[in-house]
């Protein structure tokens, strides 16, 4: 159970919450968070080929940053994927298809107003206790008055399974945003965490808790961050 929550396009529907906090952020340090509600829908389209969905939905918290002088709550712009996967794939298990972004946030939280879209790909490998891989998508935005948007995001992972649900695992998630200044393009944290898989009654539900800090970050970024996750599993 453990190595299919480490599958990002697993045959297995999911319901991740995942907490992100962020520490230090800002000129005057504050705290921000954003709760991901992401679930993770799979279909499968034939003997061949499997869909594997996931939508992002991002509850902010907002510190006060330049012009803005309150703590601000809203919601940010979702993203939605869908990974083309196929059935047999070797020993890499891989999926790629479209991402899209759309401008769902409320008028008090900074995100861009365009639609965006780009392309996403995901490669890992299952190996005795140890999953590994890597995800990737860039944006560009198409439609709408804003800012143009232009953004990639990669996230490399690395898991190592244990005896009785544990885990220990790496998920950084890099971010690049090619419009912003030289020093502020990038987001690069390091660290890691552990996890478990328990159960609630029937329910099994994946926990984990990691912790990063930023070796690169722009200057409205955090030093360092923390990541609490909740996943809701339904095995087929």
Do not use: C
């Not at 690069?188 to 539900?205: F, M, S, Y």
């Amino acid at each position: 159970m453990a190595k299919k929550t480490q599958n990002p396009i697993s045959d297995l529907i999911s319901l991740p919450f995942q907490w992100n906090v962020g520490f230090d952020t800002g000129p005057d340090g504050r705290t921000s968070s954003v709760l991901n509600i992401q679930p993770v829908i799979p279909f499968n389209l034939s003997e061949d080929w499997n869909l594997i969905t996931r939508t992002i939905v991002p509850v902010v918290n907002q510190p006060p940053i330049g012009a803005l002088d309150r703590e601000e709550w809203g919601l940010s712009n979702i993203q939605f994927s869908s990974f083309f996967s196929p059935q047999d794939s070797g020993e890499w298990i891989w999926g790629l298809g479209p991402i899209f972004e759309f401008p769902t946030n409320t008028h008090n939280i900074q995100a861009s107003d365009n639609y965006s879209a780009g392309p996403t790909f995901v490669a890992l490998k299952l190996d005795g206790p140890w999953v590994y891989g890597g995800l990737i998508n860039q944006l560009w935005s198409f439609y709408g008055d804003d800012s143009e948007v232009n953004k990639m995001l990669i996230q490399p992972f690395l898991n190592y399974n244990m005896d009785d649900g544990w885990y220990l695992t790496s998920g950084p998630i890099i971010t690049a945003n090619w419009k912003a200044k030289n020093s502020d393009q990038w987001t690069i944290p390091v660290g890691g965490g552990v996890g478990k898989i328990v159960k609630i009654g029937e329910l099994p539900l994946n926990l984990s808790v990691h912790a990063y800090y930023n070796v690169e970050a722009p200057e409205s970024g955090s030093d360092w961050s923390a990541r609490f996750q909740v996943q809701f599993l339904f095995p087929k």
